[in-house]
């Protein structure tokens, strides 16, 4: 069916409102967690696999999640998500009080503390809600636009999502340098749970599309029958890798390793207040980015400058260690990953059938989850151990650079058309 553009005003509003509040809360636990290393005495390696349980879980969940979504419905699978994630705050203020010792020696990783296998059960918990929301959200929003103008409404639903994070980093690092770790984790709970509530009062439902089941195994045949997916997910798998795996998990670090300075405020609240600044660029840039790609012939054009923004980003890091250059590159490695973030979920709805909505969602999200998940697992002892911040941002660089070439280039030259069937959105 076709829904008129005060139905999809509405319905996406509910959306944004919905996963805004859900943003808010993972942003107030962040600056505190990558300091459990020193607060609990978790080594680095363990602390790296806390930081990638949620996405390791999530991982896992997609495929499922996306069956859910397209049997079902969006909003009961959304809503559920959101009231697990609200549990896992709770978790973490349970971890902060577990008594110490060790609950195992594991190959390769070292001792577990209680604790943390406290952070690390509460992580997979957030984990398995996550991958409900986003996808109920791709789908709702997918479901009632068409290609004239999803680029735009999903842009806005990022862009909620997006300017509730970089809320919550703030609140989240001044409440930790000024009241506690312990409130700020009871703040993210709360938030996360009243997210829950908004989306049960105000998100409506998408009817299923579909009653067919899907499986991890079946993700390569979707694949092949699409080939642009690959680009599709490899793009969305460098995006996540940089910015919400290695500069949210290294960025306190970086802080305290270069000695800035920013009046009264340690590492954990300039490193607040530097992701909150990226993650405002990147709602920015994300709104202007989902309606730019709506006027294009080939949405995939907005991929070029994105990935340059954040390739020039990593290079300021790595070159300028000074307070500006925190600033700077951060905010620049947001603009990047707010234009390529809508471009990519629009080229995705564009090509994919409406009875695989929540499916093939699944698969970028997998795709994004690699590399949330090798982000902090390799970032950790990237800059602790092997190579040091400036080596590693280097590094980074260059993979964005190289993604520009492998990913965004196939999608300029091919086209972001639908091969067979209707999209997402069309009757």
Same mark, same amino acid.
């Given at each position: ?33 990558? #300091?459990?290393? @020193? &607060? =609990? *005495? /978790?080594?680095?390696?363990? %602390?790296?696999?806390?930081?990638? +349980? ?119 690092? #001044?409440?930790? @340098? &000024? =009241? *506690? /770790?312990?409130?700020?984790? %009871?703040?993210?709970?709360?938030? +996360? ?123 300021? &890091? ?12 951060? +905010? ?96």
């Amino acid at each position: 069916m076709q829904f008129e553009p005060r139905e999809i005003r509405t319905i996406a509003l509910a959306v944004v409102a919905g996963v805004f509040f859900g943003g808010v809360a993972t942003g107030v636990a962040y600056p505190t967690l990558p #300091l459990l290393d @020193d &607060l =609990l *005495g /978790i080594s680095a390696v363990v %602390l790296g696999v806390i930081l990638s +349980a949620n996405r390791i879980a999530r991982l896992f969940m997609n495929a499922p999640a996306g069956t859910v979504v397209d049997s079902v419905g969006a909003r009961r699978p959304m809503i559920a998500g959101l009231f697990v994630q609200g549990l896992a705050p709770f978790g973490y203020v349970a971890g902060l009080s577990v008594p110490a010792g060790t609950l195992a020696t594991l190959p390769g990783v070292g001792p577990v503390s209680n604790a943390a296998a406290v952070f690390l059960l509460a992580r997979t918990m957030w984990g398995f809600g996550s991958a409900f929301v986003f996808l109920g959200a791709f789908a709702t929003i997918t479901h009632v636009t068409t290609t004239g103008n999803r680029g735009r409404w999903l842009g806005y639903m990022r862009g909620g999502q997006s300017l509730g994070f970089p809320t919550g980093l703030v609140v989240g690092g #001044l409440m930790a @340098d &000024l =009241l *506690g /770790i312990e409130e700020a984790f %009871l703040t993210a709970g709360v938030l +996360a749970v009243l997210a829950g509530f908004v989306a049960l009062v105000v998100l409506p439902d998408v009817a299923p599309s579909t009653e067919g089941r899907t499986r991890l195994r079946q993700l390569p045949a979707m694949v092949r029958r699409e080939p642009r997916v690959l680009p599709i997910g490899i793009g969305n798998m460098t995006i996540r890798f940089t910015f919400g795996g290695v500069l949210l998990a290294t960025v306190v670090k970086y802080a305290a390793a270069t000695g800035v300075e920013l009046g009264v405020l340690d590492a954990a609240g300039i490193s607040g207040v530097v992701l909150g600044v990226g993650v405002v660029t990147s709602s920015a840039t994300t709104f202007l980015s989902g309606r730019v790609s709506d006027s294009l012939s080939n949405r995939a054009y907005v991929l070029v400058p994105a990935f340059l923004a954040m390739g020039t980003g990593l290079a300021v &890091l790595a070159a300028v260690p000074t307070l500006l250059g925190l600033f700077g590159g951060t +905010a620049l490695i947001g603009m990047g990953t707010g234009g390529g973030g809508p471009a990519l979920l629009a080229i995705l709805g564009d090509i994919t059938p409406g009875e695989e909505i929540g499916r093939m969602g699944s698969v970028y999200n997998i795709m994004g989850d690699v590399g949330l998940s090798l982000g902090p697992l390799l970032a950790v002892p990237m800059v602790d151990t092997w190579f040091g911040f400036e080596a590693t941002y280097w590094l980074c660089a260059g993979a964005v650079v190289l993604t520009l070439v492998v990913a965004a280039g196939p999608l300029v030259r091919s086209g972001t058309e639908p091969t067979t069937g209707e999209t997402g959105g069309r009757p």
